[in-house]
């Protein structure tokens, strides 16, 4: 297998990648006010107060700029900072409940694909929350940071839009066009709103006006550089630098005076529109819980400046294991399989550091063992778990109530600290054990063991503490021992701490039989590789276990020949091999042997980062929601990233993320019953995934065969020689600010810089290792009506890449090429039955609120079938016809939009809307007539450029109308030729003459092909526009359209060719 990397996120920042909805768990809108927001600084980070104050100036500022933004609507109230355990010289509060894990914004080293452009991890559909939003030290204490990106509160509350609301960038990000033509054939820069204005220059040492390409738009690394004075007030998710700029863009409804100068701009080729709908950001925001009928605006409010604790993090974790032995658990070997996942919790997966005790439970609850640091007690604790017997009721509440006081004992709050619950039973938890949780402000997590529907009591104060939860079926030791280590994990922010599971796998090896198997050890670990075994049989089986290199170790002696020898545990079962010192990297294999007898084994390989100069490969996952109801999908993510060393620099070292792409993510679903579903998770781009290549996999799962609890797990697998990618580019980023023109014609380039084009997508590679992870995100609980396979109400997915161009813009005849990814038959599995594909010469609203349009049929496709949709995931590519084309005019814009019906013609949504601009008559470069660019500045004024080193202004020609910036014909030098009035004179009616001829010809041979064409099709009464017909996609009538008139504007975004 091929897979390849590119960098995202920072490597500290793991644990945070899949924790979008805790956003709103933990985060609260009251009173129009927002409280819990928690900001982590990283340990990496060293101490610098600096930090602290600039942190409380940005979010004071932010709580302004927010309240003005949402209309009076929210502030940001009480904010905690969270400075590393290691900061030791300022004065903090001490803080139990707060935790790096749960931050909803972090301070970290950069990460390279953005540098120290701040970002928000974002990875869901329009209006889910954000994982985090990420700020460099750097930004923090340069003040170059606000030439960069305007001041930090607006660049804040541009972050907060996208991890709050779910919103995306209206500036070009990568991936998405800076330029695009508009429906009035006027080239635009990408942004929000329309009224946003400025010129189209490019830098390369002096700066000078864009030449088109061959489809009319600015060439590669044209930038939009906009007046230092505006007359309009948004978009914070466009321009957020500008300072007039202090809103959000809206569709207009707002009863505010400056509803029409925020307009949102519906035809930008941003993320904006592409995922949300053609939306605005403030519409999407009003339908959050936030906005939608509660906190309205408040015009009592006056003060709106936030309050902040700076608390130190606690510098280790506190677990009480609060376990049923109830006379239940005696029943399918639930009570032994409890124990051994028990016993590896406490001897190996629970980092040094961490604080353990244990908590027995049936009608009563009794503590078992105290709170003890798990570095030298990991053999009472163990001993202790042996001597579990099963027998009584089951009283969780008591045992809870018992786990608090055992993280009490410490002399330390119990806040912060997890009571993680086993039980096999719906017992009782207890309004007294549910506020006593609550109030000592500890995390409750659970686990179901052999059980079909969750205990309600207990989930909700799983949730309500923001715990995690998992189901394991009984006498599936393997999976509980992964769950048992799903919980050790702790998050920091020092991924050196943390033990990966790099295998699982569970199997019976028969009497006298064999079983083998291999164990990927990559580069990135190998300090404390753990090979553990487990069994369940008459007598010891022998394991043999061999390095790459050929060494073997034995689980018993003799053979003579073994450089190491297993610890064999007869209490619960287990052969562990620890291997000394860092495992060599490469596969390692294993062989079980029985005798006379068959042996159930399950096994488990974990092991820790091999140094601090090759962080960990990591995986993390989890789901879209936990409690789906009535054939709502849900949707399983994976990220799959390595991270890489980049020297110090001033005594700091800088860690990031690169995406894994190519990988093989496969999810194993179990549901109730313990029927396993197997999905493979993709990051094509296509839905549910949002962006392609960005290391984060997703897939729908829609086969809810039964009520009850689910499990999940998820294992990825990267082999063969596969190269690291480093991608250069920017997604939900606060927007760079490139200079300004200044109301005399002088161009200011930002002083650091001027920005990119914003979609140069280039790439660099490294080798990387074959690798396998392996996580365990926990479970979800179904309710509602079950999945019948023989009744199909599930639809096709919504295609969400739809993109649309002309295949030669000297030849509309060769017609215009479609592509997407195909979506499936149900959401992105199967295969689709057909397409049904529509455009409009008039407007998206049609299309995007009614599906009103034209109909593309199979007879003018030169390429591809609506009527033959390949598998879902799959790139289509089809090439269409245009009919009914106006032909009053050179250019028009058309806008197309597409549904997908399966064989019960159940219907997708309707897609994104694609945009185009056709080229009725052949486009002419005006490159090849002309050597200058116009560019538009106001009236009479002179551009002047202010280069960043030694002033050499450019003086540029002028008008009353227009400031000319002379540029030299690419591949051509000034020959220094001139002509006199005559030649010029002459020159010009040849050239007259020869259009006038070509435009005769052209005319008649396009008469003559429109009669063809008429007498090919005839009117289809049915459908207006397209009609409204919802029967399928196997509509084949026309009619003639009427042909709108649109006016073609002038200006300096107008190519001659519209002239």
Same mark, same amino acid.
Not at 182 to 193: H, L
Not at 836 to 850: F, K, V
Not at 870 to 887: D, F, N, R, W
């Given at each position: ?277 053609? %939306? ?5 925001? %009003? ?146 054990? $549910? ?59 020092? @991924? ?27 580069? $990135? ?14 007598? #010891? ?77 990591v995986v993390e996952s989890g789901m879209s929601q936990s409690d789906p109801s009535n054939l709502e999908p849900i949707v399983v993510y994976a990220t799959v990233r390595r991270s890489y060393f980049i020297p110090p620099v001033n005594l700091q070292v800088s860690i990031g993320y690169q995406p894994v792409i190519e990988a093989d993510v496969l999810a194993t679903i179990t549901a109730p019953s313990g029927k396993t579903f197997l999905l493979t998770l993709l990051d094509t781009g296509s839905a549910p995934d949002v962006r392609k290549n960005d290391g984060v996999y997703s897939r729908y799962f829609t086969e809810f065969v039964e009520t009850g609890s689910y499990s999940v797990q998820v294992k990825v697998t990267g082999l063969g020689n596969g190269t690291s990618s480093t991608y250069h580019g920017s997604r939900s980023a606060a927007a760079y600010n490139p200079g300004y023109i200044e109301s005399d014609g002088t ?22 290792? @074959?690798? $396998? ?21 599930? @639809? ?34 199967? $295969? ?5 594909? %529509? ?25 591809? #079938? ?42 997708? @949504? ?150």
């Amino acid at each position: 297998m091929h897979f390849t990397f590119g960098i995202v996120p920072f490597l500290l920042l793991i644990g945070q990648a899949l924790k979008g909805e805790a956003v709103f768990n933990q985060v609260k809108l009251e009173n129009n006010a927002y409280s819990g927001l928690l900001i982590a600084i990283n340990p990496e980070i060293s101490e610098d107060p600096k930090i602290v104050e600039t942190l409380k100036d940005m979010i004071t500022e932010a709580s302004q700029v927010l309240f003005t933004a949402t209309h009076r609507r929210a502030y940001f109230g009480n904010v905690t900072i969270l400075v590393p355990n290691t900061w030791t010289n300022g004065t903090y509060d001490s803080t139990h409940v707060q935790s790096y894990d749960l931050a909803d914004v972090l301070v970290a080293n950069p990460n390279p694909m953005y540098g120290d452009n701040p970002y928000t991890l974002q990875y869901g559909q329009c209006g889910d929350p954000g994982s985090y939003i990420h700020f460099t030290p750097n930004y923090l204490n340069d003040s170059s940071a606000v030439a960069n990106y305007g001041p930090r509160g607006k660049a804040f509350v541009h972050e907060w839009a996208h991890l709050r609301w779910g919103v995306f960038d209206e500036a070009p990000t990568d991936g998405n066009d800076p330029f695009y033509w508009d429906s009035k054939q006027k080239v635009q820069a990408t942004r929000c709103p329309l009224g946003l204005n400025g010129e189209f220059i490019y830098f390369d040492g002096d700066a000078r006006g864009c030449n088109p390409i061959y489809n009319g738009l600015p060439e590669n690394g044209c930038i939009f550089v906009p007046y230092r004075t505006q007359n309009i007030n948004a978009s914070l998710m466009s321009h957020q630098f500008i300072d007039e700029v202090v809103e959000f863009c809206d569709d207009g409804d707002l009863a505010s005076s400056t509803s029409s100068t925020n307009a949102h701009n519906t035809e930008a080729t941003n993320e904006q529109n592409r995922l949300c709908d053609m %939306r605005s950001v403030w519409t999407v925001m %009003r339908s959050s819980v936030d906005f939608n009928g509660v906190n309205l605006p408040n015009d009592a409010i006056s003060d709106v400046t936030p309050t902040f604790t700076v608390a130190r993090a606690r510098p280790f974790a506190k677990f009480v294991l609060v376990l049923d032995v109830s006379g239940s658990m005696g029943a399918d070997n639930k009570l032994e399989d409890m124990k051994l996942a028990a016993n590896l919790f406490v001897t190996q997966f629970c980092p040094n550091g961490s604080k353990v005790g244990i908590v027995e439970f049936e009608s009563f609850a009794n503590i078992i063992h105290d709170l003890v640091l798990i570095d030298d007690n990991r053999e009472s604790l163990a001993a202790v778990i042996a001597l579990i017997t099963s027998g009584g009721g089951t009283n969780i509440g008591n045992g809870i109530i018992e786990g608090i006081k055992v993280l009490e004992q410490d002399g330390e709050p119990a806040a912060g600290g997890h009571v993680i619950v086993l039980s096999d039973g719906l017992g009782s938890v207890g309004p007294t054990a $549910t506020d006593d949780a609550l109030e000592a402000g500890v995390v409750v997590d659970s686990i179901y063991f052999g059980v079909t529907t969750v205990n309600d009591e207990l989930q909700h104060l799983v949730k309500e503490t923001q715990g995690n939860w998992y189901f394991n079926e009984a006498m599936d030791s393997g999976s509980l021992i992964e769950t048992f280590k799903e919980l050790a994990y702790v998050n920091d922010g020092d @991924p050196y701490k943390n033990i990966y599971q790099i295998y699982s796998q569970s199997f019976t090896v028969p009497s006298n039989g064999q079983y083998s198997g291999g164990v990927l050890v990559d580069s $990135t670990i190998g300090n404390n590789t753990v090979f553990t075994f487990t069994y369940s049989s008459a007598g #010891d089986p022998l394991v043999l276990l061999y390095s790459p290199s050929q060494e073997k170790y034995c689980s018993q002696k003799p053979p003579s020949d073994c450089v190491g020898y297993a610890t064999t545990d007869h209490v619960f079962n287990t052969i562990t091999f620890q291997i000394p010192g860092t495992a060599t990297v490469g596969e390692w294999v294993f062989d079980v042997t029985t005798v006379s007898y068959s042996a159930d084994v399950d096994v488990i390989v974990t092991s820790m980062a091999s140094n601090r100069e090759i962080p960990p490969m990591v995986v993390e996952s989890g789901m879209s929601q936990s409690d789906p109801s009535n054939l709502e999908p849900i949707v399983v993510y994976a990220t799959v990233r390595r991270s890489y060393f980049i020297p110090p620099v001033n005594l700091q070292v800088s860690i990031g993320y690169q995406p894994v792409i190519e990988a093989d993510v496969l999810a194993t679903i179990t549901a109730p019953s313990g029927k396993t579903f197997l999905l493979t998770l993709l990051d094509t781009g296509s839905a549910p995934d949002v962006r392609k290549n960005d290391g984060v996999y997703s897939r729908y799962f829609t086969e809810f065969v039964e009520t009850g609890s689910y499990s999940v797990q998820v294992k990825v697998t990267g082999l063969g020689n596969g190269t690291s990618s480093t991608y250069h580019g920017s997604r939900s980023a606060a927007a760079y600010n490139p200079g300004y023109i200044e109301s005399d014609g002088t161009i200011v380039p930002n002083p650091n810089g001027p920005a990119a084009s914003g979609n140069d997508n280039t790439l660099t590679t490294s080798d990387i290792d @074959p690798f $396998t992870r392996v996580v365990s995100p926990g479970g979800f609980s179904y309710t509602g009506v079950t999945y019948d396979p023989t009744i199909d109400v599930i @639809p096709p997915g919504k295609v969400i890449d739809l993109a649309v161009e002309q295949v030669d813009n000297q030849d509309l005849s060769r017609g215009v090429r479609l592509t997407f990814s195909a979506p499936g038959s149900d959401y992105d599995s199967g $295969t689709a039955r057909a397409y049904q594909i %529509r455009y409009s010469y008039d407007s998206a609203s049609d299309l995007a609120n009614n599906f009103k349009g034209i109909l593309i049929t199979k007879d003018l496709l030169f390429e591809g #079938d609506v009527l033959s949709p390949k598998s879902a995931g799959t790139q289509e590519t089809l090439i269409a016809e245009l009919i009914a084309v106006p032909h009053d005019r050179n250019a028009i814009s058309v806008w197309f939009a597409l549904r997908a019906y399966d064989d019960s013609d159940n219907v997708s @949504p309707t897609s994104n809307i694609a945009m185009m601009n056709v080229f009725v008559a052949p486009y002419v470069d005006p490159t090849t007539e002309a050597t200058t660019e116009p560019v538009t500045s106001p009236a009479t004024q002179t551009t002047t450029f202010v280069p960043t080193s030694t002033p050499q202004p450019i003086t540029t020609t002028t008008s009353t109308t227009t400031t000319t910036v002379t540029t030299t014909t690419v591949g051509k030098s000034d020959t220094g030729i001139k002509l006199d009035t005559f030649q010029i004179v002459t020159i010009v009616l040849a050239v007259l003459c020869f259009i006038l001829v070509c435009g005769l010809i052209g005319t008649w041979v396009l008469k003559y092909h429109l009669d063809k064409q008429r007498k090919k099709y005839r009117v289809n009464e049915q459908l207006e526009m397209g009609g409204t017909s919802q029967n399928g996609p196997n509509g084949n009538e026309y009619r003639e359209l009427s042909r709108p008139q649109v006016k073609v504007e002038g200006g300096s975004q107008n190519s001659s060719y519209l002239k």
